[in-house]
């Protein structure tokens, strides 16, 4: 027997080459299944029911074996990133799972023959009693067992994948299918569209205008209109004034003073009137006076 740490190197190199394999057949299956699928979608247009629910088995074991791949990649890059584990006689409890779903899938799949190879070394690493344990299902993942199955798919399962291929490529299968989901697609629109007419309704009720009756008889609010910009500061009270007030005065009603009122009574002197603050107009008789006097 092999010592172990070259054991572990040679399934580390078998790994990372099935990885690459695995990737390289799922690529391959998915283009084909893409083949298979256009090739239902003709015959249910053409009306071939019967000969495309056949075939689509066929379809239905690629997924099938597309899916598993993936998982054994998976556990593929398990082991690489816990190969540490791998060092130990006996399997490490968080590793059994992918060993022994490793070795149940192997033999069951194909075009991976360095999965193959790595069976082989991981019968060799953990022995007979291991390897035929795992052969036997036990502690092997329940997605591997059922993507390894024999049992021809269910009816139903067949049905759906029609459904699909129908609907991807446009195709009316089963008869009238279009018509019906148009129609249903028709109601449910006029359905919201009902909704959205009542929802509109009601919020049309709840927002009722006021009548021009009650806007007349409201009072506006105190902070409406234009701001003095002149702002006054109410005195505080006091003990002599409890309540102080601010009077502003306002324009009032305008009256002479009594300087005024003398001014004009002796504004009319001999009859003359006064004209500003240089005295009173002379009169015709005043002025001949005054000129009889300068020829004197």
Not at 23 to 34: H, N
């Amino acid at each position: 027997m092999a010592p172990a740490s070259s054991l572990v190197n040679k399934i580390k190199v078998q790994l990372k080459l099935s990885i690459s394999r695995l990737r390289m057949v799922q690529q391959k299956d998915e283009a084909l299944a893409k083949q298979a699928r256009r090739a239902m979608a003709q015959l249910l247009e053409q009306g071939k029911e019967e000969s495309a629910k056949i075939r689509v088995e066929n379809i239905i074991r690629s997924d099938m074996n597309t899916e598993l791949l993936e998982i054994l990649e998976l556990y593929c890059e398990l082991l690489i990133a816990r190969a540490g584990l791998m060092e130990a006689k006996d399997c490490d409890p968080g590793l059994e799972e992918a060993v022994k779903s490793i070795i149940y899938a192997a033999p069951k799949i194909e075009g991976v023959k360095e999965l193959s190879t790595v069976r082989q070394l991981l019968a060799e690493k953990y022995g007979k009693d291991f390897t035929l344990a795992a052969m036997e299902g036990d502690k092997v993942s329940d997605r591997v067992k059922s993507k390894t199955s024999t049992e021809p798919p269910k009816q139903q399962l067949v049905h759906d994948y029609l459904s699909i291929i129908a609907d991807t490529y446009d195709v009316d299968w089963p008869k009238g299918i279009k018509e019906k989901r148009a129609a249903e697609a028709a109601a449910k629109q006029e359905q919201d569209d009902d909704e959205d007419d009542d929802g509109g309704r009601k919020n049309a009720a709840l927002e009722v205008p006021q009548s021009a009756d009650a806007l007349s008889t409201a009072a506006p609010p105190r902070d409406f209109g234009p701001k003095s910009p002149v702002s006054v500061m109410p005195p505080s009270p006091s003990t002599d004034n409890v309540r102080p007030k601010v009077n502003l005065a306002g324009p009032g009603e305008l009256k002479p003073s009594q300087k005024m009122i003398d001014a004009n009574k002796s504004s009319k002197v001999n009859g003359a009137v006064k004209d500003g603050p240089g005295g009173s107009v002379p009169t015709a008789d005043d002025l001949a006076k005054r000129f009889a006097q300068l020829k004197r």
